[in-house]
């Protein structure tokens, strides 16, 4: 037995206007590596977590950055940091 709807189902209640969205009952976990990105995000957790990731930057923006974080008696991290949080805040405007 299929839950997939008919097409002609799915159009028809556009056209009539009657949609309802349907919420999954069972959120499955899927099984990912206990360092991934993926896993990290997937997980809830109780605490602020750290996402740790990697940048593979090009070798003049990377002795930029270094110098930069010197300079500022920062790690390379917390530029990065404080650069995506610049970004994803002129991205919510």
């Known amino acids: 037995m299929s839950k997939r709807k008919k097409l002609d189902d799915i ?4 056209e009539e206007d009657t949609t309802t ?3 999954p009952k069972a959120v499955k976990e899927t099984s990912t590596e206990t360092n991934s990105l993926a896993a990290q995000l997937a997980k809830p957790s109780k605490k602020k977590a750290k996402i740790r990731f990697t940048l593979d930057l090009e070798k003049p923006l990377d002795d930029r950055l270094t110098k930069t974080a010197k300079k500022l008696n920062r790690t ?12 994803l805040e002129e991205l919510e405007q």
């Not at 159009?11 to 556009?14: D, E, R, S």
């Not at 390379?76 to 610049?86: E, F, G, N, P, Q």
């Open 21 to 23: 969205v349907e919420t």
């Open 76 to 87: 390379k991290a917390d530029l990065v940091r404080i650069a995506v949080d610049r970004l």
């Open 11 to 14: 159009l028809g209640n556009f």
